[in-house]
């Protein structure tokens, strides 16, 4: 049974840094477009970094120059490093693998992101 697990998720004070994880089970890393979304109450659900394979990477404009996404197909993880973190990044985030050809979509549960002083 395919799994995404995140980790590393937490409170953090404004200004600080966190570094989630993202390791995939029962799938083929390097077949599938690995994507960390973000959730607030009551917003949609957004699309904050994307990493192909090859890696071409999209950042959404609010977390581009702090946020950096990488990716490791030989351990299947993918990575998050969230650098001078603002209160507005408090959310969920939530890790996405798309599959290449079909656009099939797997979801981790979510790590709890607080940016609070």
């Known amino acids: 049974q395919v799994q995404l697990v995140e980790s590393g998720g937490g409170l953090v004070q404004p200004g600080g840094s966190l570094r989630l994880s993202c390791v995939a089970s029962e799938i083929i890393l390097n077949q599938y477009r690995m994507n960390w979304y973000r959730q607030v109450p009551g917003k949609e659900r957004e699309l904050v970094a994307s990493i192909d394979n090859p890696a071409t990477i999209n950042i959404v404009d609010s977390v581009k120059g702090r946020f950096t996404i990488s990716r490791d197909n030989r351990r299947r993880a993918v990575y998050l490093e969230m650098n001078s973190l603002k209160p507005d990044d408090t959310g969920v985030y939530y890790c996405?693998?798309?599959?290449?050809?079909?656009?099939?979509?797997?979801w981790g549960q979510g790590t709890q992101v607080i940016v609070s002083s």
């Open positions: 996405n693998a798309q599959r290449f050809w079909d656009d099939y979509q797997y």
